[in-house]
């Protein structure tokens, strides 16, 4: 697969921009080894958190797909990263041999692209929730389906989990608190525990 898609790969140190906004966005990237942010910035210069990719971990298809190939985010690197950058048409073109694994491959970026699109969708629904007890409850809520269990280590730290509801980190955390002192969660730096389910659940929007 390598040989037919030929991808180029490229290095980056902690906190290194790799793409501003607006910037040529011709390839679709994936990410071999460490976790790069997607950020947006509002016109005050506030940045927000969209996503978080680690290793095995794609980004800028929708971009790379597009007419424009303009990439609509920030992308820099958390930690050290490489990061391995594939033309699309290389994907989307069958090669001679025609192989089964090219099919897949093809048949994966399309599955990334409409899981793509679903997650922007919700994440629009949390900025439509008004109430911090409401976004924390329906992600925490969501967060407990995914895992199976009331236990669980959230992707997000706390400044990039307010920065992915658009709220203060100090707002956030009060309200963190105050659910603390209610006995409906318990937390330890990133990893909750609800402690009563049908409260969350009250409060899910």
Known sequence: MFTCISPRTADYEKGELMIEAAGPMKEIAIVAAGTVAVTKETPLGERMVLNKTSAGGIFGEVAALSDSQRSPATIYALEKSTVLFILPQRILTPCQKACPWHQKLTANLIHLVADKALYLNRKIDYLT??????????????????SGGVQFTLQYNRNELAE??????????????????????????????LLNLEAIKACVQ
């Open 164 to 193: 992915f509801f658009n709220v203060s980190r100090p707002s956030m955390s009060r309200e963190l608190g105050r659910m603390r002192d209610e006995g409906i969660l318990a937390f330890h730096g990133d990893t909750f525990e």
């Open 129 to 146: 929730i008004k109430s911090m007890r409401g976004k924390l409850c329906t992600y925490l809520y969501e967060q407990y389906r995914k």
